[in-house]
């Protein structure tokens, strides 16, 4: 073909597509129009109206050449497209759009270090879930998300790759392929420039280890810069609080082996001299109570120079402030360094600032617990002057409900209201229910249900309810108890009690005496103070013991073939000074229970009291005390009713001894042994109690060491001191997701005839 045929067919090529360009032309190139239509092409998912609704024109408006870049920008900016293009057909605007594909479905294959909900949680902060559109920029930022978690974990060798498979209607299939890897281990913690202390001395100090026994449940050898950072204020603290005043960390370097599986970190550290406290003074306004403020001083003058003292007296100094509404007060301890001499004086320099008042008080933290069973517990009003005391106690009632692990309260400036602050109660809440649900075989009991149910913070409401059946053929019974602790706004609690208990104390023989006891009851709970409760009810007992044809019943039982009836008005008090419920390190409880029947077969008076104690020697070591002590004397000439008896023996009493074996012994007329109590009792305890080893600081997991004295006391028999049995030992305690569980292993020191030895035991929920 020629050079002329050539053309000859180009040519109408040429005016078909200018046709086509004069009747759809880009938008961006368009002349000035006025816009009589908007036609949207290209959606499969997104409704027609999220366009409209975000297109900055509209049917009327002129179209110019600023028009067409706003419409992109709006439309891109949905973050719901991959491509938008602008046509003009006329004196139409067409918007063709081509939509980024969905995420149908996210996968994790090789997870073991994660639960799969924790990696979709944080991918869903960063905007990648399931129906949400997607990209490959999202996905590249996923598998960083995703090597972040991990490194958080020390796993710094996980790799993940993401692989995309396509679905039908736009939609993909996202699936992570994660290879995990070990996780890096500290080798080596190596403190360099120190003189007065030793290595091992410092390192004491630090959560993170080189690894241990207990590595397995601590993760003390897994490095993580946060633990470091907390590790490295710790070696602050412990040479400021020994007066080495100008101690400083030069540098930190933590190193990484090439296989990522081993790091060492090392510390440089200057030590500088120590300085001793000559003396402190106050500056600055103090409401003119100098002297209620000097009396809160803890630094002690003619001792090295102590950081905590100072923190804990600049504390108690704003805490003091807090008390008289001053919420921003402001104390500093200036030192005044006398270097020649290695001494330094300590200038307290206070500022009030302006008094405030409570504007909100707002919760967080809890998702299952209600705000009205936290609020009701506030001393701190809204709307009402700050009270750093009330705020304070406010928080110790929170944390004495036993519902949460923590409870931190933050103070917060109003923005534009200097008279003004906020209060955030941040609470992490705990399991407070247990169920247990067991059954069991045996050619005596043959088959034997029991179930229990028992929850402190009943659906959220902050009432106590507990259900507890057992159908062994020894032991059956059926226990409900429910506790409103705000049956008024008052705070006057309410509980009601009912039981059916039937058993045969000697369980070799299915045909022994059967002791049924039935009770229903209700006590009233009455705060007289912040502390102190007190209670009163009435309850209504039957008693009957039912004759057996195997081992002989006690002569000691024969009273009580028929049934006997009593009527005891209860009346308590109790004072709870601890600082915590669940873990507690410093304060006092102190309960007073007595009953008195008055009416009925039964007339006899009852009373007890406990003493706790507990008294922190250190950050890390504690020391608790407990005293028990009972009395019981029958009424109107009768003598005290048998099963009402206290008994004294095993966990929670005196450990190393069988349950409830501490005490005067029985026989029956064919010389079968049985311990049936007595109406008085003696139970003392001493617990030293320390972090688990290679547990680091973690209280959860504690080792103490115990002395365990008691025993129960006869009707003529004397109490003495002489003949308490004595053990000792070691014990476990863990607050396990079940709840708190102690083992014990003790060796009895002082014994008395017809003790019997348990030196082995385990026990839920019991403090002593």
Known sequence: MNFFDHRSVCLPFAFTVVACAALSMPALAAEPFTVKDIRVEGLQ??????????????????????????????????????????????????????????????????????????????????????????????????????????????????????????????????????????????????????????????????????????????????????????????????????????????????????????MSITINITEGERFVTSGVSLEGNYLDRDDEFKSLIKIAVGKPYNAEMVAETTKAFTEYFGKFGFAFARVEAKPVIDRQNNRVRLVLQAEPSRRAYVRRIQIAGNDRTRDEVIRREF??????????????????????????????????????????????????????????????????????????????????????????????????????????????????????????????????????????????????????????????????????????????????????????????????WARDRRDSALVPTRGALQRLNSDVSVAGDARYARASYQFQQYIPLTKKYTFAFNADVGWGQGLNGQEFPLLKNYYVGGLGSVRGFERNTLGPPASTTNSVVFYPGGPKKLVFNAEFITPFPGAGNDKTLRLFGFTDAGRAFGANEDVSLDKLSVSAGVGLSWISPMGPLRFSYATPIVQQTGDRIQRLQFQIGTSF
């Open 45 to 262: 998912r997104i409704e027609p109206g999220t366009v409209f609704a975000s297109l900055p024109v509209r049917v009327g408006d002129r179209y110019t050449t600023d028009t067409g870049p706003a419409v992109i920008r709006a439309l891109f900016a949905l973050g719901l497209f991959k491509d938008v293009r602008l046509e003009v057909q006329g004196d139409v605007l067409v918007v063709v759009v081509e939509e980024r594909p969905s995420v149908a479905s996210l996968e994790f294959v090789g997870l073991k270090e994660f639960d799969k909900d924790v990696l979709t949680k944080a991918l869903r902060d960063i905007g990648l879930s399931e129906g949400r559109p997607f990209d490959k920029a999202l996905a590249d930022r996923a598998e960083q998300e995703l090597k972040r978690q991990y490194i958080s974990r020390s796993l710094y060798g996980a790799e993940v790759v993401s692989t995309t498979t396509p679905v039908d209607r736009n939609r993909v299939n996202l699936t992570f392929t994660i290879t995990e890897g070990g996780p890096a281990k500290i080798t080596q913690i190596e403190i360099v420039g120190n003189q007065v202390f030793s290595d091992q001395t410092l390192r004491d100090q630090f959560n993170l280890d080189t690894g241990g026994w207990m590595s397995w449940y601590t993760k003390s050898d897994r490095y993580s810069r946060t633990k470091l950072n907390a590790d490295l204020e710790a070696l602050r603290s412990y040479y400021l609080s020994r007066g080495f005043l100008e101690f400083r960390i030069d540098s930190t370097q933590v190193a990484m082996s090439p296989n990522k599986q081993e």
């Open 379 to 572: 001393r701190q009003l809204e709307s009402s002057w700050y009270d750093g005391d009330k705020i304070r106690l406010s928080r110790d009632r929170v944390d004495r409900l036993g519902y949460f692990t923590s409870v931190n309260i933050e103070t917060m400036e109003v923005p534009g209201s200097p008279d003004q602050v906020d209060l955030l109660f941040t609470v992490a809440e705990k399991p407070t229910g247990s169920i247990s649900l067991g059954a069991g075989f045996s050619s005596v009991e043959k088959v034997a249900l029991n179930f229990g149910i028992r929850q402190d913070n009943a659906f959220g409401s902050g009432n106590f309810l507990a259900v507890e059946v057992n159908t062994s053929r020894f032991n059956q019974n059926l226990v409900l108890s429910t506790t409103n602790p705000y049956y008024t706004q008052n705070g006057i609690s309410r509980t009601f009690d009912f039981f059916h208990r039937t058993t045969r104390p000697f369980f070799g023989n299915i045909n022994s005496y059967r002791i049924i006891n039935t009770g229903v009851g209700t006590r009233f709970g009455v705060p007289v103070t912040e502390t102190d409760t007190v209670f009163l009810g009435l309850n209504m007992e039957q008693t009957q013991v039912k004759e057996g044809n195997g081992i002989l019943m006690p002569d000691l039982l024969r009273p009580y073939i028929d049934k006997q009836t009593a009527l005891p008005i209860t009346l308590g």
